[in-house]
């Protein structure tokens, strides 16, 4: 502002402007200590909420695995079996090999004690041989009432023999499954707070001088710490805080059913932060705390900063305003002329202050508008010099567009006195438009009111931001349109992996389906054929239809495994039985070539694990299949060692070496990819799709390891593989693992005259398999499954005899035959053709099995329907399976498809909503075909009588009991020998009683027998 001739006193602004700086001062001060505080107490809050919510998982995590290791003991069969015993009183004490398990599983476990008791409380064993009776706290929780098999988990309490802190796991062992099970003991895993929980609640993640974790729990109107005190050692379950103590985070944990982050008040008075928690499924809170002090310790230096430049801040604006009017004060005392200089100078360095500005800045008087002064800002910014706009307004300059908006500005200013970046458009001396923002405040100068205004030209910012939000607009779209490209093209390949699944699955049946034909029906001619030359072009015919199937076979594999769709089976098994199985499956290959089957097994690999035996097993028929093919003599070694092991996981790493033609070392890295082999020219001599390396390392990969090759030329290779599998506790009695072999024409040629074991359960089954080896030589004996599986059984039972169970009146005029198949024939759902094709063609012996099928199964439905209703599943899959292996051999396609619907559902563990109608499908099935079977067959041939013969079956009776009494395995044989008489002698009990047969329940067979046959006195023997 220019000065003038006229003198003033010190101007009226400036105790408004420094009241005005000292506020500002002092509020940013302020905010910034309460800031520094609350960020401060956030993050410590933060902390201890993480560490409450992480050490939480862990205690429940601890509990878990403490009920899961009583759970596994409670089902342990051997354990159950041992206390069992005991209660009847057969033996003395539990067995070495029990007492041995209760010590390892305490040893590897850390468990204190693992105790084994009678429904009395009694100690049967212990892994400590302990002779001490049990605490009064742990027979009482044993004399609970059971309502369910879950273990219970008792409160931490002190032990009163060692003075430990410690918590007891109680499973109940009972004998069975079901409706008949019993208790007839309790497990107890001692579980030392020393070795397992307490540890973790001892760690802090952090340094710290007063954080600690506390679990408390309730203890009458106090809240009892079950852990120690920071540097309180033996303070567990011995710190007590009253429920008055409303202050203390235990009790608002415990009697506030307080939760999350709170203030409170330590046991020994000091102020602490607090995180609170449940612990899930118990009594237990978790508390995680730490003091106040430590909290905001960070935060305390930083506060005496903030207080230490806040007041300094303030000391000099206090100095500079004292210098200020003490200035004034003496020139105005001491003369006015002094006077007059002093304020001449403020306004200089307030002129120099405007000029220097970075903003452009104008002065204007209130009353009026007239400008008073602009800055050299200005100027530049607009084109205006002082002499052109000083005495005139901004609208008789021309600046403002709009006098409307101005007047709104200005209304705006006198009600508010300050506004901060006000947008507008002025235009410069040229007429230029200007995108501006104005700052303005009302001041006095002089005693008298004027705009004091800062202007930025922000014409270039909006250009900018309208260009960004131009470029925003179109990048938007842009997204939108590759979006919209990307979901379509997404749409386009979900519908092509969609058709191509389609595709893979109707090739599947449409060429995999006819080729099993192809390949059944070859076999079948070459059994029958007798020329040589039809027996060679049968042969070809056979190996060409394998060599596709394989192909096939090779092709689902690999495209199931590129759309993620194949899934490995998790089952237990035993990997000494797989490589047995593999050896076996190569050895007459290997002894056709004359080459030596070596094999190298690691003694340290383990009994049983678990994994998919299938996929690991086609993995080594690969690999040794290609050894074999490709070496001419020398050896196949399979070698199989542990490489590492992981807790509860072993990596192991299969080999085979052979002195085949090699591997050139340029091949070798492409060698596991698709469609590829070593060399072009092996497809012409020996054959293959290169699809069988490439699905073993995606096998490999989906077992957690990794496949590859070592090989030289003319030496010969070893290829190798590694499998993650998790170790089993115990091998399975069966390996669950088969290959597809044709072995008639191998044991036609090794096995001639030799004597066969025939495991089958089913008797048409039976019948059909010793038709099929009547061409090979070999006599076979047939014995069920089970029996074979308790060898040995008792000396008075004998194997069922192979004989065929010819039917009373069997037909044997050939014409008569002849006419009852073409009869037959005609009934909706039979191909007499495959039927008689197992019987190789031979139709009295069809006709003779037709009438066995009848006699064997027209009760199938009702053995269905009454063990579905009990639920017992495994038996009903059984009796399904049975019937429908029986009625394919037969022919029988709508029955076999009706009972592979229902089986299929039954292994799902499908709901009862989803098997009761196929069940219902199958016995109407079942029904129709035995009485158009019978409508036929009546006239020619009478079926066996079923009427039930009392006196045989109270012979058999009373054989069984005595075995049930002493659960003599032999049982079940004596059962399986004399079906037919006592399912018709028990009638409607007969299902039940044999379920629990098959379940090996037999206690509660015997029960149920017992039970029968006093509602049925004829039955018992005299």
Not at 122 to 142: D, G, K, M, P
Not at 446 to 452: A, L, P, Y
């Amino acid at each position: 502002m220019k000065p003038d001739n006229t003198t003033s006193t010190s101007p009226s602004w400036i105790l408004p402007a420094f009241a005005l700086v000292f506020l500002l001062i002092a509020a940013g001060g302020t905010w910034l200590y309460q800031s520094e505080k609350a960020r401060a107490l956030s993050k410590s809050e933060q902390h201890l909420e993480a560490f409450n919510t992480l050490l939480n998982d862990q205690i429940a995590q601890w509990r878990g695995e403490r009920y899961a290791d009583a759970k596994v003991l409670s089902e342990s069969a051997p354990l159950i079996q041992e206390v069992e015993r005991m209660r009847k009183g057969s033996q003395g004490r539990i067995s070495d090999a029990v007492e041995a398990r209760l010590r390892s599983i305490a040893q590897n476990y850390r468990y204190h004690d693992v105790i084994v008791t009678n429904m009395e409380g009694e100690i049967l064993a212990s892994a400590s041989r302990r002779s001490t009776a049990l605490s009064e706290h742990i027979l009482e929780l044993l004399k609970t009432p059971v309502q369910s098999r879950p273990p219970k988990l008792s409160d931490v309490h002190l032990s009163p023999n060692g003075g430990y802190v410690h918590i007891d796991v109680i499973a109940p062992l009972f004998t069975t499954q079901g409706e008949t099970a019993r208790q007839v003991g309790s497990v107890i895993l001692q579980a030392n707070l020393d070795t397992f929980l307490y540890p973790a609640l001892k760690k802090w993640p952090l340094p710290s001088t007063s954080a600690e974790f506390w679990l408390v729990r309730r203890d009458g109107e106090h809240a009892q710490l079950v852990n120690d005190r920071r540097r309180q050692i033996g303070s567990a379950l011995n710190t007590r805080i009253p429920a008055s103590d409303a202050m203390s985070p235990a009790v608002m944990a415990i009697f506030g059913d307080r939760l999350g982050h709170v203030q409170g008040i330590d046991i020994d008075g000091t102020p602490v932060l607090a995180y609170l928690s449940k612990v899930p499924e118990s009594e237990w809170a978790l508390v995680a705390k730490i003091s106040r002090s430590e909290a905001l310790a960070a935060w305390q230096t930083a506060s005496w900063l903030i207080i230490a430049v806040t007041i300094g801040l303030l000391l000099a604006a206090a100095g500079l305003l004292g210098f200020i009017f003490q200035t004034h004060g003496l020139r105005r005392y001491q003369s006015l002329l002094a006077a007059e200089d002093s304020a001449r100078t403020l306004r200089q360095r307030f002129q120099i202050a405007f000029d220097a500005s970075p903003l452009a800045a104008v002065i204007s008087r209130s009353s009026d508008g007239h400008v008073v002064d602009i800055n050299n800002k200005f100027e530049r910014d607009f084109g205006w010099s002082e002499e052109e706009l000083i005495g005139r307004t901004s609208i008789e300059a021309g600046i403002w567009t709009d006098p409307e908006v101005r007047q709104a500005w200005l209304s705006r200013l006198n009600e508010s006195k300050a506004v901060v970046s006000h947008d507008a458009i002025w235009l410069d001396r040229a007429g230029k438009p200007h995108n501006v923002e104005i700052s303005a405040a009302l001041l006095d100068f002089d005693g008298e009111q004027h705009i004091f205004s800062f202007v930025a030209d922000v014409t270039q910012k909006r250009k900018t931001e309208a260009e960004l939000a131009d470029y925003q607009r179109r990048l938007e779209f842009m997204v939108d349109e590759r979006t919209s490209e990307l979901r379509l093209a997404k749409e386009l390949a979900e519908q092509a992996s969609r058709a191509k699944s389609a595709f893979l699955s109707n090739m599947s049946h449409e060429i995999r389906t006819p080729l099993n034909a192809v390949i059944g029906i070859t076999h079948l001619m070459q059994r029958d054929a007798t020329e040589r030359q039809q027996q060679d072009r049968l042969a070809q015919v056979s190996d060409s239809a394998k060599h596709l199937l394989a192909v096939i076979n090779d092709i689902l594999d690999i495209s199931k495994i590129e759309a993620e769709k194949l899934q490995l089976e998790k089952v237990d098994f035993a990997p000494g039985r797989v490589l047995s199985d593999v050896l076996g499956m190569l050895e007459f290959k290997t002894r056709d070539k004359g080459l030596a089957l070596l094999a190298d097994i690691d003694p340290a690999l383990p009994g049983a694990v678990r994994g998919d035996p299938v996929r690991l097993q086609q993995i080594l028929l690969n690999y040794l299949s290609n050894a074999v093919k490709f070496t001419e003599k020398g050896h196949v070694l399979l070698r199989a060692r542990v490489t590492e092991s992981r807790g509860q996981q072993v990596i192991l790493r299969f080999e085979i070496e052979d002195t085949g033609i090699g591997i050139e070392a340029g091949m070798i890295p492409r060698l596991f990819s698709s469609f590829e082999q070593a060399d072009n020219s092996t497809t012409r001599r020996f054959g293959g799709t290169g699809l069988g390396l490439a699905i073993s390392r995606q096998l490999a990969q989906l077992m957690g390891g990794e496949t590859g090759v070592i090989s030289t030329p003319g030496k010969g290779s070893t290829f190798w593989i590694t499998a993650c599998l998790d170790i089993a506790a115990d091998a399975p009695q069966q390996a669950n693992v088969a290959v597809n072999a044709d072995l008639e024409a191998e044991i036609r040629r090794t096995r001639s005259q030799a004597k066969l074991l025939l495991v089958e359960d089913d008797r048409i089954n039976q019948t059909v398999a010793i038709e099929i080896l009547a061409g090979t030589g070999p006599k076979p004996d047939i014995l069920y499954a089970t029996r074979l599986a308790n060898l040995p059984a008792n000396p008075e039972s004998q194997p069922l005899s192979s004989a065929p169970l010819a039917p009373q009146g069997s037909i044997s005029d050939p014409a008569a035959i002849e006419a009852l198949i073409t009869k037959i024939h005609e009934i909706p759902g039979i191909d007499t053709k495959a039927g008689m094709a197992t019987m190789r063609g031979k139709p009295d012996k069809y006709l003779d099995l037709l009438i066995k099928f009848i006699v064997h199964h027209r009760d199938t439905s009702t053995l269905l329907r009454t063990t579905i209703t009990a639920g017992d599943n495994p038996t009903a899959t059984r009796h399904a399976h049975s019937l429908k292996g029986a009625a394919g051999s037969l022919g029988l396609n709508s029955l076999r498809s009706a009972a592979a619907e229902l089986e299929a559902a039954l292994r799902e563990n499908q709901s009862p909503e989803q098997t009761t109608p196929l069940l219902s499908h199958l016995e109407e099935t079942l029904c129709s075909l035995i009485n158009a079977l019978l409508a036929i067959l009546a006239s020619n041939a009478s079926l066996p009588p079923v009427a039930a013969d009392l006196v045989a079956a109270r012979k058999i009776i009373a054989r069984l009991i005595p075995l049930l009494e002493v659960d003599d395995m032999s049982a079940g044989d004596l059962l399986r020998g004399h079906h037919d008489l006592l399912s018709a002698a028990l009638d409607t009990d007969f299902a039940e009683f044999e379920r629990r047969m098959d379940n090996f329940d037999f206690p509660g067979a015997l029960e149920h027998l017992r039970d029968v046959l006093s509602a049925h006195p004829g039955l018992i023997g005299e």
